[in-house]
């Protein structure tokens, strides 16, 4: 009761050893529930809300990379191509042990983004934990303004159109566009959405349109039935027949997870390579004061595909399965901590 609620934040104002001011005390109050309702749900205070609004602008300065909590641990999703951190060798799957001097332990994931943004030019270090390493590794990365590039394409021969989806932000639809535009004659695509962290859902939905004439792409349910809907393919599109081949792997999250998994239930396209995270939940921003400076990310509902599975905590399993370069031992199965391994993936999901 909300009651008991006001009478532990009393005492932890009246006897707790440091002197807290009250709002220091509602401020981890709310940070705490958050926490513990799932890894993705979060209190941003104002510092934080304001990060959250620049993140998906396409441009801000930062190091490059898409970063997750998986079982606690700060771990990077994918680095950026061509972004200061990609350029200094961070890896997908690290495990950021240090930011600066800055413990990662019990950080928040607004709170890590907030500490690695900063000024263009200025250093930062990152520890690491990698695979293959015996011991915590640096590197020191220099901020800049990352301008992300979305969309790459290129021809591979005469016939083939590849392109590369970075990332879903605000430029995905007319950069593929584009693409499809400079390359008029090709027999057959491969989109490449490997180390894609995600992003706009609408960039998603536009991505798969291209490839798909008509049906279900995507449907969100949750608990209210106001955050129950279906996107749909809404015309017929040139592309539709043309041979499609989707690169997925473990960096492959969220909105990349919704493309490759439509395209794979419409039969549209044969999706090649690892499985991908399985983050398939739905996150609102939410202000919670009058001015809007401060708010709540909160999950309200989970993604389901055409075929009614849901990808949140198991990802989308490849036609193909196959790995970059090498042939995996036993060893290194489980090697990668996925959305299914974090403390708070949505408990139950599995079971359904």
Do not use: C, W
């Not at 700060?74 to 240090?98: F, M, Q, R, Y």
């Not at 398939?280 to 389901?304: F, H, M, R």
Request: proline share 3%; no cysteine.
């Amino acid at each position: 009761s909300l009651s008991k609620l006001t009478k532990v934040i009393g005492t932890v104002e009246k006897y707790y050893v440091d002197d807290l001011k009250l709002q220091e005390i509602v401020d981890k109050t709310l940070k705490g529930l958050m926490q513990e309702l799932d890894a993705h749900s979060s209190y941003m205070d104002k510092k934080y809300f304001k990060e959250m609004q620049i993140q998906t602008d396409g441009e801000f300065g930062g190091l490059g990379i898409t970063v997750g909590m998986r079982d606690s641990a700060l771990t990077v999703i994918s680095p950026i191509e061509g972004t200061p951190a990609d350029k200094a060798g961070v890896k997908s799957g690290d495990i950021i042990l240090k930011i600066d001097e800055q413990s990662t332990l019990n950080i928040t994931l607004d709170e890590a983004v907030g500490l690695m943004r900063g000024k263009p030019k200025t250093p930062i270090v990152l520890t690491l934990v990698r695979k293959g390493e015996n011991k915590p590794i640096s590197i020191e990365i220099v901020r800049d303004i990352i301008k992300i590039q979305s969309v790459y394409s290129k021809k591979i021969g005469d016939d083939i159109l590849y392109l590369r989806v970075t990332s879903f932000d605000k430029k995905v639809n007319e950069g593929l566009k584009k693409a499809i535009q400079n390359h008029k004659t090709f027999k057959g695509i491969i989109l490449d959405l490997r180390n894609n962290p995600g992003g706009l859902l609408t960039q998603a939905i536009d991505v798969t349109d291209f490839f798909v004439s008509s049906g279900v792409i995507v449907s969100q349910k949750g608990r209210e039935a106001s955050s129950e809907e279906k996107f749909t393919a809404k015309s017929a599109t040139t592309l539709s027949k043309a041979p499609l081949v989707v690169l997925v792997n473990g960096g492959s999250a969220s909105a990349s997870e919704i493309v490759a998994g439509a395209l794979q239930d419409h039969k549209r396209a044969i999706v090649v390579g690892e499985k991908t995270f399985g983050k398939g939940s739905v996150q609102v921003v939410l202000p919670i004061n009058q001015d809007k400076t401060e708010g709540i990310k909160l999950t309200i509902a989970k993604y389901y595909l055409p075929s009614g599975r849901t990808i949140q905590a198991t990802g989308i399993t490849p036609d193909i399965i196959a790995y970059p370069g090498v042939v995996p031992q036993e060893t290194d199965a489980e090697f990668k901590i996925k959305e299914a391994d974090l403390k708070k993936h949505l408990e139950g999901e599995l079971e359904k």
